[in-house]
């Protein structure tokens, strides 16, 4: 019997990239809420899926301190977390996982935009998720909130960079519950550059002169880091 995911969708432009692709090689049944459609709600029971997804959302406004998502996503994680249940965070699907047990989000020290490298902890190199992963890896980065240090004790740092101390976290003695901090599952050109046209406005308060090299970046390294995010997620329905 072929497994079934539930993946939310909190912004249009924030998408779900190679996801759907590499679940469906895996026979892996998939229902995407989008949730800026109308009538489009949340199931009140997730007991027909097998793993939750979230995914990423659009950047805060530069003037908004630690935005909340929706309370229905906080809800369905909250629940989802009480069950059990496998659970993949993305971006901003990571806040909600690591504000859900007490970590605080706000403003990193540097914005994050474009490709930097990320390294494995000791507890990185021994989780499942990164298994066939190399110790250094490319990580397509798109943010400037990040969890702040210190981390509540029963979250595992399993990746970290430079600029972030964070890349990818898990739950103690849960390794199937994960957030990543990078979106390498829309780090193609083609998407790279619907991120500028998207962001434009957050993107005004950041260097302009880096864009450009974004999309050369993408052009020349944006399949590297998909394929490290192919591995990454067929890890994570390995888990299911």
Known sequence: MSKHILIIQQSANKIPGNILKIAAGLNIQTRIIKLWHKNMAIPSSLNKYDALVVLDAAPPPADHDNPLSPKCVQDVITK??????????????????AAHYGAVI???FTPDIGFITGYLTHKGREHPIF????DKFLLFKWHRQAVMSPTPANVDILASSVSCQFEALSITGRPHIVGLQFMNNSAALKDVKKHIINDKNWLSSHDQQAL?????????????????FNAIFSNFINMI
């Not at 450009?212 to 490290?228: C, K, Y």
């Open 106 to 108: 706000d403003d990193n």
């Open 131 to 134: 298994n066939n992963l190399p």
């Open 212 to 228: 450009p090299t974004i999309t050369d970046e993408a052009a020349r390294l944006g399949s590297i880091a998909t394929n490290h």
């Open 80 to 97: 989802s977390l009480e069950d059990d249940r496998p659970f993949l965070g993305i971006g901003r699907g990571l806040h909600l996982l």
